[in-house]
């Protein structure tokens, strides 16, 4: 499997990164009545379910930005995430089962 994630907001909030600095009622409103929107997982949990369901990596390429939001504007829900899955804006998977 070769699998591109983009990590970015896709202009729902100003900065690439914004939607981490979102309260959980804030993100609801956002997503209103939409059937689907963008997920907010960071790199690492993407990663972690590929494995889960039986994948090998083989290669991941992380592509970086440090022009997003910064870590004290982080909402609670994010306040424990890596500097990495801060600003890892894209991943490129290749991986096998």
Not at 18 to 27: D, N
Not at 62 to 78: C, H, N, Q, T, V
Request: with cysteine; hydrophobic share 40%.
């Amino acid at each position: 499997m070769a699998h591109q994630i983009d990590l970015k907001t896709h202009g729902i909030t100003q900065r690439w990164n914004g939607f981490r600095a979102c309260s959980e009622g804030v993100w609801k409103l956002a997503v209103g009545r939409r059937p689907y929107m963008i997920n907010r997982y960071p790199a690492s949990v993407h990663l972690q379910l590929m494995q889960q369901a039986g994948f090998k990596l083989i290669e991941q390429m992380k592509m970086f930005r440090s022009d997003g939001i910064r870590r004290e504007e982080l909402a609670p829900r994010w306040a424990d995430i890596t500097d990495d899955d801060l600003n890892c804006s894209a991943l490129y998977v290749i991986a096998t089962k």
